[in-house]
């Protein structure tokens, strides 16, 4: 295994869906940190979606700073607040808030990237332009990444504007539609991201699509090694690169990732029963499992006590 691909770190996006239970962890386990240690050791990354949604909660961050603390080589991403990218009316407060969420990640080294991630209708212009320049200026304590969904930003200009910056480059898999971003290999800055969201066309754009259906999509092991090409030439031009699925739907996320690692090592990785009794097609990239017992260990609560 290569440097470049040494500093390759692949996970899902998000931990913590209630369709994973019976699939990607043990019927029997209970939802919450326990389930974030149990992956953490499959992953040397997962994305944190809640963020996206509401600012985190100091407390429970260190909670989760404890579940992963068993393997050194982890480090989350989290997603910027949507009221910053989307309706784009986050004030002072909102900003201190969310920053005291994420600190104890900061504090710890364990924040590889803040990801921003922009709805379609974002484009590349002086509005926009001006607007995302303000919030990398507001957030230039993170490694910061910037996710745009509309074609405009696939210029030689816009990559400029974000290398100017020191802002990252997420390289993204979606269904293709219109004026959509094509899958790109671009760096702009010391951290290299990749995101595949599926490619499910039918429910892509819908409005009201059933929960996680838009996500509902299984990558092909061709489709794989065509992102692992990419993955490697983002390696190459960067210090660390991080790899999110996000097709979380029943588990299709992690089935992904444990190939793409399986495939960017050239070796077997574990993965954990569950998973391969629902997906035996993952049997040929697995090696011997993660002994149970060290999965949801006996007498701990969720919170860690």
């Known amino acids: 295994?290569?440097?470049?691909?040494?500093?390759?770190?692949?996970?899902?996006?998000?931990?913590?869906?209630?369709?994973?239970?019976?699939?990607?962890?043990?019927?029997?386990?209970?939802?919450?940190?326990?389930?974030?240690?149990?992956?953490?050791?499959?992953?040397?990354?997962?994305?944190?979606n809640t963020s996206f949604y509401r600012p985190l909660r100091p407390e429970i961050v260190r909670v989760w700073l404890r579940k992963i603390a068993a393997n050194q080589r982890f480090r989350f991403t989290a997603k910027l607040l949507r009221r910053f990218t989307h309706e784009r009316d986050a004030g002072r407060a909102e900003?201190?808030?969310?920053?005291?969420?994420?600190?104890?990640?900061?504090?710890?080294?364990?924040?590889?990237?803040?990801?921003?991630?922009?709805?379609?209708?974002?484009?590349?212009e002086k509005e926009e332009r001006a607007y995302l320049a303000g919030l990398l200026a507001r957030f230039a304590e993170c490694p910061l990444v910037v996710e745009v969904r509309h074609?405009?930003?696939?210029?030689?200009?816009?990559?400029?504007?974000?290398?100017?910056?020191?802002?990252?480059?997420?390289?993204?898999?979606?269904?293709?539609?219109?004026?959509?971003?094509?899958?790109?290999?671009?760096?702009?800055?010391?951290?290299?991201?990749?995101?595949?969201?599926?490619?499910?066309?039918e429910t892509w754009f819908a409005e009201n699509p059933e929960t996680g259906l838009r996500y509902n999509y299984l990558y092909t092991p061709d489709e794989l090694r065509e992102w692992k090409r990419r993955i490697e030439a983002v390696a190459k031009q960067s210090e660390t690169t991080f790899v999110i699925l996000n097709n979380h739907y029943q588990?299709?996320?992690?089935?992904?990732?444990?190939?793409?690692?399986?495939?960017?090592?050239?070796?077997?990785?574990?993965?954990?029963?569950?998973?391969?009794?629902?997906?035996?097609?993952?049997?040929?990239?697995?090696?011997?499992?993660i002994p149970q017992a060290r999965l949801f260990p006996v007498g701990r609560d969720e919170n860690g006590a």
């Open 1 to 48: 295994m290569g440097r470049a691909t040494e500093t390759v770190r692949v996970g899902p996006a998000g931990w913590s869906y209630p369709d994973w239970k019976g699939v990607v962890y043990p019927a029997e386990s209970r939802s919450g940190p326990q389930e974030l240690e149990y992956i953490s050791q499959y992953f040397d990354t997962i994305e944190i």
């Open 95 to 124: 900003e201190a808030e969310f920053k005291e969420g994420i600190a104890p990640l900061l504090e710890e080294g364990k924040l590889g990237a803040l990801l921003l991630q922009f709805p379609w209708s974002f484009r590349n």
């Open 151 to 201: 074609a405009t930003w696939n210029r030689t200009d816009a990559l400029a504007f974000l290398r100017e910056r020191g802002a990252g480059f997420c390289n993204i898999d979606q269904p293709v539609i219109g004026r959509s971003m094509p899958a790109t290999a671009k760096v702009t800055a010391p951290v290299g991201y990749v995101r595949l969201h599926g490619r499910n066309y």
């Open 251 to 289: 588990g299709k996320a992690p089935v992904n990732a444990l190939q793409l690692v399986s495939m960017i090592r050239n070796q077997r990785v574990p993965a954990p029963v569950p998973l391969l009794e629902r997906y035996p097609e993952l049997e040929e990239y697995s090696s011997t499992p």
